[in-house]
């Protein structure tokens, strides 16, 4: 059974940072492309920053850019958020995919999820 754990959310004032967590079990994702989602109340699931099976693969949605920065550890099957000037609308759920391919940004062939994140950013 494939699992994704995620950790690491939670209160943050505007301008600090976080960093998120997310082990997957169950199988290896070595090749395959891993993102982080978020979704704020009301809105759609967006897809924010996504790794291929390398760190010189990667996309990061216009809003996060230069301020997010995705990597992971095949070794130990995770993968990271490192998230910095942290802004109000960044609050959201924050959800980690394992897609069944190695193409970053079709939302359609990420597979897995986890269980979400809360990250509130206090202005």
């Known amino acids: 059974q494939v699992q994704l754990v995620e950790s690491g959310g939670g209160l943050v004032q505007a301008g600090g940072s976080l960093r998120l967590s997310c082990t997957a079990s169950?199988?290896?994702?070595?090749?395959?492309?891993m993102g982080w989602f978020h979704q704020a109340p009301g809105m759609e699931r967006e897809l924010v920053a996504a790794i291929g099976w390398s760190d010189r693969d990667t996309y990061y949605a216009s809003s996060v850019k230069g301020r997010f920065t995705i990597s992971r550890d095949n070794a130990k099957n995770t993968v990271y958020l490192q998230m910095n000037s942290l802004k109000p609308e960044d609050t959201a759920v924050y959800y980690c995919?394992?897609?069944?391919?190695?193409?970053?940004?079709?939302?359609?062939?990420?597979?897995?999820w986890g269980q979400g994140t809360q990250v509130t950013v206090s202005s």
């Open positions: 995919a394992a897609a069944m391919t190695s193409i970053l940004t079709i939302t359609s062939n990420y597979r897995y």
């Open positions: 169950g199988r290896t994702f070595s090749s395959n492309a």
